[in-house]
T-cell receptor, first 113, second 112 residues
Framework: DGGITQSPKYLFRKEGQNVTLSCEQNLNHDAMYWYRQDPGQGLRLIYYSQIVNDFQKGDIAEGYSVSREKKESFPLTVTSAQKNPTAFYLC????????????FGQGTRLTVV | KQEVTQIPAALSVPEGENLVLNCSFTDSAIYNLQWFRQDPGKGLTSLLLIQSSQREQTSGRLNASLDKSSGRSTLYIAASQPGDSATYLCAVGDTGRRALTFGSGTRLQVQP
């Protein structure tokens, strides 16, 4: 089945640790996105990538990093510089950046302990 | 900077009612608008996509309209069912950065 797979579903991080969230898609989509969702709020854009080896900062990129070495994969690293990382993280993809439909994964819930 | 507002924030209706969810955006330079459904603790499911050149899209009991000049979209749900209970999110695609900007959502509860 085609789709977007995020792992893990739940992740716990200690203060000062870096953690990496996985996002893989088998839809052959060029564009991929990372969003953060806080309780009762909409989604905010962290990073996005239109093509392999290229990515741009979104609205809340501070304390996060990404890579796009393969078309299928867009991992997000939450660094120790992110002061309030506890949130629900959602990965999305679309065929390209030209107005096509976006599809989302099932999310990773990150909690700082 | 694009801002998206959804009204109401929460809505509770009896089963069978027709209802309208509202979405407004501040910058009309968009390439599309997408409505999503989100169940608690889950990802987003795409409901309808309206390109900037279109006025409406329909899927089953759902109809979404777009008035780009006034910065408004509505999602109409006909004959609501308890299974429609979820949060509905509106998102606009900005022509500048080509990524979606989201509203905060409308939390819908349909009472049996």
């Amino acid at each position: 089945d085609g789709g977007i797979t995020q792992s893990p579903k739940y992740l716990f991080r200690k203060e000062g640790q870096n953690v990496t969230l996985s996002c893989e898609q088998n839809l052959n989509h060029d564009a991929m996105y990372w969003y953060r969702q806080d309780p009762g709020q909409g989604l905010r854009l962290i990073y996005y990538s239109q093509i392999v080896n290229d990515f741009q900062k979104g609205d809340i990129a501070e304390g996060y990093s990404v890579s796009r070495e393969k078309k299928e994969s867009f991992p997000l690293t939450v660094t120790s510089a992110q002061k309030n990382p506890t949130a629900f993280y959602l990965c999305a993809s679309s065929i390209d950046r030209g107005g096509t439909e976006a599809f989302f994964g099932q999310g990773t819930r990150l909690t700082v302990v | 900077k694009q801002e998206v507002t959804q009204i109401p924030a929460a809505l509770s209706v009896p089963e069978g009612e027709n209802l309208v969810l509202n979405c407004s955006f501040t910058d009309s330079a968009i390439y599309n608008l997408q409505w999503f459904r989100q169940d608690p603790g889950k990802g987003l499911t795409s409901l309808l996509l309206i390109q900037s050149s279109q006025r409406e899209q329909t899927s089953g009991r759902l109809n979404a309209s777009l008035d780009k000049s006034s910065g408004r979209s509505t999602l109409y749900i006909a004959a609501s069912q308890p299974g429609d209970s979820a949060t509905y999110l509106c998102a606009v695609g900005d022509t500048g950065r080509r990524a979606l900007t989201f509203g905060s959502g409308t939390r819908l509860q349909v009472q049996p």
